[in-house]
């Protein structure tokens, strides 16, 4: 029986390919999960991040198909309106969302819906 005290994995070949995955510094936002058909419109989420001093910094939102980028002002980020379901954000230096831009993150935000609501 498999014990999940142990590790699955202890460790792998050194042969083995290195990973094409970059690890950003970690990001963290309170709330992460917002009420039941709640509109995200207005709502605001606390950044804690290494370099939450700058300025002129994003906080950028995929959320299905869309990608959005609001400001960060004073360690807080004012969220537009339509997010649903699990939205995926990190922390950039401009409205892009890739890794040469990426100052932390990601971050899970959490807008449930019931399955009466529209898609908006």
């Given at each position: ?23 950003f510094p970690p990001l ?13 419109a207005g709502q605001q ?22 990608v959005t980028a609001v ?50």
């Amino acid at each position: 029986m498999l014990s999940l005290a142990s590790p699955l994995i202890v460790s792998c070949p050194e042969t083995n390919p290195v990973l094409a995955a970059t690890a950003f510094p970690p990001l963290t936002a309170s709330p992460t999960t917002f009420p039941v058909n709640h509109d995200s419109a207005g709502q605001q989420v606390s950044l804690t991040f290494a370099d939450s001093t700058a300025t002129g910094q994003f906080f950028v939102l995929k959320s299905g198909m869309n990608v959005t980028a609001v400001p960060i002002v004073n360690g807080k980020a004012t969220l537009p309106g339509g997010l649903q379901g699990t939205v995926f954000a990190l922390v950039s230096k401009d409205q892009t969302a890739d890794d040469a831009s990426t100052i932390a993150g990601p971050v899970i935000l959490r807008f449930p819906f019931t399955s009466s609501v529209a898609n908006t």
